[in-house]
C-alpha cells in the first residue's frame, strides 16, 4: 500500500521554525523529484520547494528562499522542509507531492497536508 504520513505542522509566532516531515512508506522517495506545495484559503496552489532527483538541484519559490531549507533523508525514505524565520504570509496548508517538472501548474497532494499557522 502506497501511502504517506507528513507531520510537523502547527502554530508558531512570527520568526519561528518548524520542520514538516512526509515519510513514504510502499515506496521509495529516492529517484523521485519530491517536494513541497501550499495553499492558503482562498488561494491557488503554489509550489514551495522541490528536490532533484539526483539531489543535486534543489528549487525555492523566491518568498521562501533562505528561509526554508528541503532535505531528502533515503535512509528514513522521508522528505523535510526546515523552515526557519516564519512569516504570517507563510500561513496555509503544505503537502507533499511528485513535482517532475518546476514549477508545476497543478499538484497533485499525496497526504492529507498540515495545517502551518504563523501568527502572534
Known amino acids: 500500500q502506497l501511502k504517506v504520513v507528513e507531520s510537523g505542522g502547527g502554530l508558531v509566532q512570527p520568526g519561528g521554525s518548524l520542520r514538516l516531515s512526509c515519510a513514504a512508506s510502499?515506496?521509495?522517495?529516492?529517484?523521485?523529484?519530491i517536494g513541497w506545495f501550499r495553499q492558503a484559503p482562498g488561494k491557488e496552489q503554489e509550489g514551495v520547494s522541490c528536490i532533484h532527483v539526483s539531489d543535486k538541484n534543489t528549487y525555492y519559490t523566491h518568498s521562501v528562499k533562505d528561509r526554508f531549507t528541503i532535505v531528502r533523508d533515503n535512509a528514513k525514505n522521508t522528505l523535510y522542509l526546515q523552515m526557519d524565520n516564519l512569516k504570517p504570509e507563510d500561513t496555509g496548508v503544505y503537502y507533499c507531492?511528485?513535482?517532475?517538472?518546476?514549477?508545476?501548474?497543478?499538484?497533485?497532494?499525496w497526504g492529507q497536508g498540515l495545517q502551518v499557522t504563523v501568527s502572534s
Open positions: 507531492a511528485g513535482c517532475p517538472t518546476w514549477p508545476m501548474d497543478l499538484y497533485d497532494p
Open positions: 510502499g515506496f521509495t522517495l529516492d529517484g523521485e523529484a
